[in-house]
């Protein structure tokens, strides 16, 4: 099962706080668990309506979730198949954008 990514929002994603997502790396299953969901107030990427290869795409503001994961290996930039329980399995484009005491911190963009 997997979710229509351009219908996703925010407010959808807020029972996914502490939850974790899997990503295969290499020989590994990294664990990332969502610790918040930033919403960019005043975006008007997707703040209309529009139609993408002929499906239409509900508005909405564009968020992000964040999530926090070991602290090595670190994950480089790019397209991962990420597998939630909820959400199932999709390839969702990943970035890392900091490390604390507690792990790797990585950030999903829905525009």
Do not use: W
Request: charged share 20%; hydrophobic share 40%.
């Amino acid at each position: 099962m997997s979710v229509d990514l351009a219908k996703l929002t925010a407010h959808a994603c807020k029972p996914l706080v502490g939850t974790a997502f899997t990503v295969r790396y290499g020989d590994a299953d990294l664990r990332l668990v969502v610790d918040n969901i930033k919403v960019f107030e005043g975006s008007d990427i997707r703040d209309r309506h529009v139609v993408i290869d002929g499906v239409d795409a509900p508005a909405r503001q564009a968020f992000a979730l964040t999530l926090i994961g070991p602290q090595s290996p670190e994950l480089p930039q790019g397209m991962y198949d990420l597998s939630h329980p909820t959400l199932g399995t999709n390839g969702l484009f990943l970035g890392c954008f900091g490390k604390d005491a507690d792990g790797m911190l990585y950030e999903i963009v829905f525009n």
